[in-house]
DNA sequence: AACCTGACGACCA
DNA sequence: GTGGTCGCCAGGT
């Protein structure tokens, strides 16, 4: 789900979980994200946190701020706090996603093409 | 088993 | 706008 962000726009955390049925578990996908091999393919510095904020902590070892940069990168103004406009750059899926409600389960190696 | 810690989020002061 | 609490769930100690 996080491949389907266009260059330019933004998802949260809960967001994704809800679109890929497993509504309510945002902490699990910043748990997914954080495990990623870095650089990726994927597009996982277009996730941010509902507050409109890059997620920063030291634990990040610094992925945060290459995120900021990757961000700005696309045209999105980020401040040195990590705030953004959320609203305007928000990302919806084209086609409606029904799934059937998933648990909190740990995500599959993530080895899906960037269609 | 009982904590503690997160790339979270809704709510409230 | 900020900061704190609480619910959430996976993992680690």
């Known amino acids: 789900m996080v491949a389907r962000i266009p260059v330019g726009r933004l998802a949260t955390y809960g967001q994704i979980?809800?679109?890929i049925g497993a509504w309510g578990c945002a902490r699990q996908v910043g748990w997914a994200l954080r495990r990623l091999p870095l650089p990726s393919e994927l597009p996982w510095h277009r996730v941010v946190n509902a507050a409109g904020r890059i997620s920063l902590s030291p634990g990040r070892e610094g992925s945060d701020w290459i995120q900021r940069q990757m961000l700005i990168g696309e045209?999105?103004?980020?401040d040195a706090q990590g705030r953004l406009a959320l609203a305007p750059h928000r990302w919806r899926p084209d086609a409606p996603v029904h799934l059937e409600?998933?648990?909190?389960?740990?995500?599959?190696?993530?080895?899906?093409?960037l269609a």
Request: charged residues 15%.
């Open 17 to 19: 979980a809800e679109l």
């Open 75 to 78: 045209g999105i103004a980020v």
């Open 101 to 113: 409600p998933a648990p909190c389960e740990p995500v599959p190696p993530l080895d899906l093409p």
